[in-house]
């Protein structure tokens, strides 16, 4: 069983940037494939981001690409989101997941198996 607990969102203008953190409870973080989402009001879930626990490799939705970066901090149990050049289109409650120890990364939501409460990040023109 992992906790998590985002934090780091808030309100900034377009163009902006943010960066997310996300603190694991645990000692085995460093064996999850961990990963974040994004919900926007009257919208899906919708992926956003994802590393891998084996080699760090690195995903990301085509809409966030070359703008956000997921990185992870073994040492602390902390997942992170840096997003540069915010749009409004970002506007949404962004959550972290973590995948079960020894997970497989994964783009879809059923590949994780806990999520953090989430975090609101809020664009404005």
């Known amino acids: 069983q992992v906790q998590l607990v985002e934090s780091g969102g808030g309100l900034v203008q377009a163009g902006g940037s943010l960066r997310l953190s996300c603190a694991a409870s645990g000692r085995t973080f460093s064996r999850y494939a961990m990963g974040w989402f994004r919900q926007a009001p009257g919208k899906e879930r919708d992926f956003v981001a994802a590393?891998?626990?084996?080699?760090?490799?690195?995903y990301y939705a085509d809409s966030v690409k070359g703008r956000f970066t997921i990185s992870r901090d073994n040492a602390k149990n902390t997942l992170y989101l840096q997003m540069n050049s915010l749009k409004p289109e970002d506007t949404a409650v962004y959550y972290c997941a973590a995948s079960r120890p020894g997970g497989v990364v994964t783009t879809t939501r059923p590949g994780y198996d806990y999520w953090g409460q989430g975090t609101q990040v809020t664009v404005s023109s």
């Open positions: 590393i891998s626990w084996i080699d760090g490799s690195t």
